[in-house]
């Protein structure tokens, strides 16, 4: 019966919802339970220690950011929060990834998440209606809130093959390919503007063709 309490326990909350975790140095299991209770993550607090003692990780919990989803079971996160948060550029564990022409930002989103690159699909999917996050690059100023796109980067997310850290940041996958993206537009950037099209409808038009191309 006990066992069977814990396994309920420790099933995920839900299917729909994700948060960001923050777990600084020093921080042990019974820290990390209280705040993964308060931000609903996991049912029983009690549930989630006694199966990470079980699986002999309490001890081993790694500072960092985790972008943690309800859907999660609490198997899942411990796994998670041994491994550690996001990796650092000098890490070495990186996979190469191709996308492909044609592709939607959900279906991206599905790749990263399927090859471990990003642990949120949500959050990536929030991130792509960022968008300050691309001030810094020349398509910023043809970024336009108002034209109907569910995604404000929908077709900026340049179909290349890329080599990302595992477990990487949304805001820094998207942050790459969209700079893919403005390294190859600039230097016609200026033919664009004086046939009269902005870079929007070209890239649409570009995407369609090339779309249909691959049928």
């Known amino acids: 019966l006990t066992l069977k309490f814990l396994d309920v326990q420790n099933q995920a ?25 308060n931000k609903g993550l996991i049912k029983s607090k009690f549930a989630f220690i006694i199966k990470s003692q079980l699986n002999g990780t309490a001890g081993k919990i790694k500072p960092g950011e985790y972008y943690l989803s309800k859907d999660m079971d609490s198997k899942k996160i411990i796994e998670l929060l041994s491994v550690g948060g996001y990796i650092e550029e000098n890490d070495t564990k990186t996979c190469k990834i191709r996308i492909k022409e044609g592709y939607t930002i959900e279906d991206i989103a599905k790749i990263l998440f399927d090859e ?73 950037e200026e033919e664009v503007k004086s046939a009269g099209l902005n870079m929007d409808i070209t890239i649409k038009l570009a995407s369609i063709i090339e779309k249909e191309a691959n049928k």
């Not at 839900?14 to 209770?37: Q, R």
């Not at 569910?150 to 077709?155: A, D, F, G, N, T």
């Open 116 to 188: 471990k690159i990003i642990l949120n699909k949500e959050r990536f999917l929030k991130e792509c209606n960022n968008k300050e996050l691309v001030s810094n690059l020349s398509i910023y100023n043809n970024l336009n809130e108002e034209d109907g796109k569910k995604y404000i980067l929908e077709v900026y997310l340049f179909p290349d093959t890329y080599e990302f850290y595992y477990n990487s940041k949304p805001e820094d996958v998207i942050i790459k390919m969209c700079s893919r993206f403005d390294e190859l537009y600039k230097p016609i």
């Open 13 to 37: 909350v839900d299917k729909n919802n994700s948060e960001l975790i923050e777990v600084d140095i020093g921080n042990t299991i019974k820290s990390a339970a209280k705040e993964l209770k």
